[in-house]
């Protein structure tokens, strides 16, 4: 009898338990989409100009994709312009904005507004129109203002490289078992140092049939991120430095020409 | 080739920054302007935001006023004497001028202020210096002696006034006396439009020393370097201290530039006639003037910007 119930037991966590967890693996639904993002980390340093971003990433009958890139939304103070005495123009009143991303980029394999529903691009907040209906403006006594200012707080991010929308710039590659995307695009050097989402979205008949996301930091590093640190933690010892430096520089550059002034004669 | 800069957070052409610095350096040698009323819309214009790029330009120019001072001493063309005095009065002035601006600015409209200041101060010392550098060149085609006379008489009679004040010196280097509350109210005029300004105040010093003062155009140079060199110095330590605003890495860019062009600035300057020089110095100030009253006029490119600067 013992033997019996040694055997029993022997059974379950030999064969039922793994065997359990197997069948529970396989009847998974398999992550179809995958990306990649090279490189996910970005070192800000002394000669940092931007940088060059691929992604790439396989899933199977790919047909229509979306990229999207963006950081957390946060709020921005800007000053506005206006007619002063109805002939100059000055920067007049502050402006909050609410609720936008620092860097917002949507990338697609053809015309957004062909590929994507406008429910799903709703949802999703993909493209300006959507990602604007979300945003609040308040001027400077916390009233809200006219959204007109939305157009220009546009432009003045699709100027700094920030808000980019590129339409057909996805490439896709069919394979025999799974069909590969690529992308590259310029990462700007006004972006801010922090986490930056970058979203895949896998798109049939308008709607999103799956997904996968990736991130990338961006870092301030060496001297950069000293400097920086230092301007930030130790302002009184950053300012005493930055004049001795200056007034260093400038009297080493007197002496130098007062020797190669006497040189002459 | 591009250098990231830590606390304006974007990334410069080396050669552009340094250039700029070469530039200004060299006015700033020639005139002794610091070169902040060129400087701040120069960096601006190549993306640099406007509170970094007014409180870095500081940071420079103590590195071009140190190298020009100096140069300047060396030639003995620095009244030590009259510098002080304007300085006292400088400091007052900013420190007067930095109160009034937080006032304006707490009740809207500092900027509207700042601006018609540039357009008026600018346009007026521009004017007048161009002015009456092209009657002092014609005049001088001229017999000397007739000129001499002629000037002798004015001097006298403008100086009437003057000399009634209390606590007269005489300044030797310059070698004009003077009452001691002359310079040290000019200071603190130039001081409170200085710092309305956001600029050292060279361009305003120069003309006050040349007209008011009747100082020899060497020793103005040398004298307003040396008061730039201090003011700066002041305002550098106060924008890292509260504002954390210097941007150290682009002064250090300007700063390679400035010194040289401090430096070819002064030997050029020794070849060149004192009205030739006042022209050419009216000639950039009345530029830049045009320049703000365009912006002033013209519809913007974008009507949202970054606040801080002018």
């Given at each position: 009898?013992?033997?019996?119930?040694?055997?029993?037991?022997?059974?379950?966590?030999?064969?039922?338990?793994?065997g359990f967890f197997i069948g529970l693996?396989?009847?998974?639904?398999?992550?179809?989409?995958?990306?990649?993002?090279?490189?996910?980390?970005?070192?800000?340093?002394?000669?940092?100009?931007?940088?060059?971003?691929?992604?790439?990433?396989q899933g199977k009958d790919l047909n229509?994709?979306?990229?999207?890139?963006?950081?957390?939304?946060?709020?921005?103070?800007?000053?506005?312009?206006?007619?002063?005495?109805?002939?100059?123009?000055?920067?007049?009143?502050?402006?909050?904005?609410?609720?936008?991303?620092?860097?917002?980029?949507?990338?697609?394999?053809?015309?957004?507004?062909?590929?994507?529903?406008?429910?799903?691009?709703?949802?999703?907040?993909?493209?300006?129109?959507?990602?604007?209906?979300?945003?609040?403006?308040?001027?400077?006594?916390?009233?809200?203002?006219?959204?007109?200012?939305?157009?220009?707080?546009?432009?003045?991010?699709?100027?700094?490289?920030?808000?980019?929308?590129?339409?057909?710039?996805?490439?896709?590659?069919?394979?025999?078992?799974?069909?590969?995307?690529?992308?590259?695009?310029?990462?700007?050097?006004?972006?801010?140092?922090?986490?930056?989402?970058?979203?895949?979205?896998?798109?049939?008949?308008?709607?999103?049939?799956?997904?996968?996301?990736?991130?990338?930091?961006?870092?301030?590093?060496?001297?950069?991120?000293?400097?920086?640190?230092?301007?930030?933690?130790?302002?009184?010892?950053?300012?005493?430095?930055?004049?001795?430096?200056a007034l260093a520089a400038g009297l080493?550059?007197?002496?130098?020409?007062?020797?190669?002034?006497?040189?002459?004669? | 080739?591009?250098?990231?800069?830590?606390?304006?957070?974007?990334?410069?052409?080396?050669?552009?920054?340094?250039?700029?610095?070469?530039?200004?350096?060299?006015?700033?040698?020639?005139?002794?302007?610091?070169?902040?009323?060129?400087?701040?819309?120069?960096?601006?214009?190549?993306?640099?935001?406007?509170?970094?790029?007014?409180?870095?330009?500081?940071?420079?120019?103590?590195?071009?006023?140190?190298?020009?001072?100096?140069?300047?001493?060396?030639?003995?063309?620095?009244?030590?004497?009259?510098?002080?005095?304007?300085?006292?009065?400088?400091?007052?002035?900013?420190?007067?001028?930095?109160?009034?601006?937080?006032?304006?600015?707490?009740?809207?409209?500092?900027?509207?202020?700042?601006?018609?200041?540039?357009?008026?101060?600018?346009?007026?010392?521009?004017?007048?210096?161009?002015?009456?550098?092209?009657?002092?060149?014609?005049?001088?085609?001229?017999?000397?002696?007739?000129?001499?006379?002629?000037?002798?008489?004015?001097?006298?009679?403008?100086?009437?006034?003057?000399?009634?004040?209390?606590?007269?010196?005489?300044?030797?280097?310059?070698?004009?006396?003077?009452?001691?509350?002359?310079?040290?109210?000019?200071?603190?005029?130039?001081?409170?439009?200085?710092?309305?300004?956001?600029?050292?105040?060279?361009?305003?010093?120069?003309?006050?020393?040349?007209?008011?003062?009747?100082?020899?155009?060497?020793?103005?140079?040398?004298?307003?370097?040396?008061?730039?060199?201090?003011?700066?110095?002041?305002?550098?330590?106060?924008?890292?201290?509260?504002?954390?605003?210097?941007?150290?890495?682009?002064?250090?860019?300007?700063?390679?530039?400035?010194?040289?062009?401090?430096?070819?600035?002064?030997?050029?300057?020794?070849?060149?006639?004192?009205?030739?020089?006042?022209?050419?110095?009216?000639?950039?100030?009345?530029?830049?003037?045009?320049?703000?009253?365009?912006?002033?006029?013209?519809?913007?490119?974008?009507?949202?910007?970054?606040?801080?600067?002018?």
């Amino acid at each position: 009898m013992k033997n019996f119930q040694r055997y029993v037991s022997r059974f379950i966590i030999r064969i039922i338990i793994p065997g359990f967890f197997i069948g529970l693996f396989l009847t998974l639904p398999v992550k179809a989409l995958n990306i990649k993002v090279v490189p996910a980390e970005i070192s800000v340093n002394f000669g940092y100009h931007g940088s060059t971003l691929t992604v790439t990433g396989q899933g199977k009958d790919l047909n229509d994709l979306v990229i999207k890139v963006s950081n957390p939304s946060h709020d921005v103070e800007l000053k506005y312009m206006d007619k002063v005495g109805g002939i100059f123009w000055m920067k007049k009143g502050m402006l909050k904005f609410l609720n936008l991303p620092g860097v917002y980029m949507v990338f697609s394999t053809a015309q957004l507004n062909k590929i994507i529903s406008d429910k799903t691009r709703l949802e999703q907040g993909i493209g300006y129109e959507d990602l604007l209906k979300s945003a609040k403006i308040l001027d400077s006594q916390g009233k809200e203002a006219d959204k007109k200012w939305l157009k220009d707080f546009l432009s003045l991010k699709e100027h700094e490289k920030l808000y980019i929308i590129e339409e057909g710039t996805i490439k896709k590659t069919k394979g025999q078992a799974e069909d590969s995307f690529q992308l590259s695009f310029k990462w700007p050097y006004q972006a801010a140092p922090g986490k930056y989402e970058i979203k895949i979205y896998a798109l049939k008949d308008g709607n999103i049939s799956d997904s996968a996301t990736a991130s990338i930091q961006v870092t301030r590093t060496g001297l950069v991120a000293a400097v920086s640190e230092m301007a930030r933690d130790h302002a009184a010892l950053y300012g005493l430095m930055a004049i001795v430096i200056a007034l260093a520089a400038g009297l080493l550059v007197g002496v130098i020409f007062k020797k190669g002034g006497e040189g002459g004669h | 080739m591009y250098i990231y800069l830590p606390i304006a957070l974007t990334s410069v052409n080396f050669l552009v920054v340094t250039g700029l610095g070469l530039a200004v350096g060299l006015l700033s040698g020639l005139f002794g302007v610091g070169g902040g009323f060129l400087m701040t819309p120069l960096l601006m214009m190549i993306g640099i935001p406007p509170t970094i790029a007014a409180a870095t330009d500081a940071n420079q120019i103590v590195a071009a006023s140190a190298s020009g001072s100096f140069a300047h001493w060396r030639l003995g063309n620095v009244d030590f004497k009259m510098g002080l005095f304007l300085l006292v009065g400088g400091f007052a002035g900013g420190a007067g001028g930095v109160q009034l601006i937080k006032f304006l600015r707490a009740q809207g409209g500092a900027d509207f202020l700042i601006k018609m200041t540039y357009v008026v101060m600018l346009g007026l010392v521009g004017s007048f210096m161009f002015i009456e550098s092209l009657h002092a060149l014609r005049k001088s085609k001229k017999t000397a002696s007739q000129k001499d006379t002629t000037s002798h008489v004015t001097e006298k009679k403008k100086k009437g006034l003057l000399a009634s004040l209390p606590l007269q010196v005489y300044f030797d280097k310059s070698k004009v006396t003077h009452s001691a509350i002359i310079p040290m109210v000019l200071g603190i005029f130039v001081g409170v439009l200085a710092a309305v300004m956001g600029v050292g105040g060279g361009f305003l010093m120069v003309p006050v020393m040349i007209y008011l003062l009747r100082m020899p155009m060497h020793v103005v140079v040398g004298t307003s370097l040396f008061q730039i060199l201090f003011t700066c110095i002041e305002v550098t330590f106060l924008q890292a201290y509260s504002n954390h605003t210097v941007d150290f890495t682009l002064a250090l860019l300007l700063l390679v530039g400035s010194v040289f062009g401090a430096q070819i600035g002064t030997v050029l300057g020794r070849k060149l006639k004192g009205d030739q020089l006042k022209i050419m110095l009216a000639v950039i100030v009345l530029a830049v003037t045009v320049k703000i009253v365009l912006e002033l006029v013209l519809q913007p490119s974008f009507m949202l910007a970054l606040s801080g600067g002018h």
